[in-house]
């Protein structure tokens, strides 16, 4: 089955910096990555996704990049704001499987 | 609210009990997940119905666990004989199928005592 790898498990940034999280799969069938915010006590909430048909998907100050051939995709934030501070999730499945797997998480500190 | 709905927000039971976790997901999502997610861990992904059916219950981690979806609405995730090793948050899902988004409720947090 797929394997999820996300690195680093913890990120502290300066409020206005960027912040980068990677994720790699192992199953070359996966060909959905999307990424989840989940704030404490609450469930994960989409914030961008990827099909593998492309390489870069923007949306405001989140982008996500994907590389099939390396087997590894990037969340990119910048200009971080507070807010931003919380659990982030990568996850990789063949779109129409309807089962994800999720990578172990990262949680990102935005200090003010 | 239009969001997935949980119930119990939390559980506490006993070693040997059995529970019931209950996910009412957005009105006319089709498609329903149920995830468990362990302190510090991603979610890990249990069952999928697609409508009634399951269509996907390769996640189910032992015969201890059962969910039924009975009208294509509100499903139920049931535990027999609970085990301390079950403790974590479950998580519930809705979505239009084939979009890919995933509606997460804000979970049932079980503790077995």
């Known amino acids: 089955g797929e394997n999820v790898e996300q690195h680093p498990s913890t990120l502290s940034v300066q409020e206005g910096d960027s912040a980068v999280i990677k994720c790699t799969y192992s199953?070359?069938?996966?060909?959905?990555f999307p990424w989840y915010k989940q704030e404490l006590g609450k469930g994960p909430q989409l914030i961008i996704d990827i099909r593998s048909n492309v390489g870069e998907k923007k949306d405001q100050r989140i982008a996500v990049t994907l590389n099939k051939t390396a087997k590894h995709f990037s969340l990119h934030i910048t200009e971080t704001q507070p807010e931003d501070s919380a659990v982030y999730f990568c996850?990789?499945?063949?779109?129409?499987?309807?089962?994800?797997?999720f990578g172990t998480g990262t949680r990102l500190t935005i200090i003010p | 609210g239009a969001g997935v709905s949980q119930t119990p927000s939390n559980k506490v039971t006993e070693k040997g009990k059995y529970v019931e976790l209950r996910c009412d997901p957005i009105s006319g999502h089709t498609a329903l997940y149920w995830y468990r997610q362990s302190l510090g861990q991603g979610p890990e992904f249990l069952i999928y119905?697609?409508?009634?059916?399951?269509?996907?219950d390769s996640g189910l981690p032992n015969d201890r666990f059962f969910a039924v979806r009975p009208e294509g609405s509100v499903s139920t995730l049931k535990i027999q004989r609970t085990e301390r090793g079950d403790s974590a948050v479950y998580l519930c899902?809705?979505?239009?199928?084939?979009?890919?988004?995933?509606?997460f409720g804000e979970g049932s947090r079980l503790t077995v005592l």
């Open positions: 119905f697609q409508g009634t059916g399951a269509a996907d």
């Open positions: 199953d070359s069938a996966s060909n959905y």
């Open positions: 996850a990789a499945s063949d779109f129409g499987n309807e089962k994800l797997t």
């Open positions: 899902a809705s979505s239009l199928r084939f979009t890919g988004e995933l509606f």
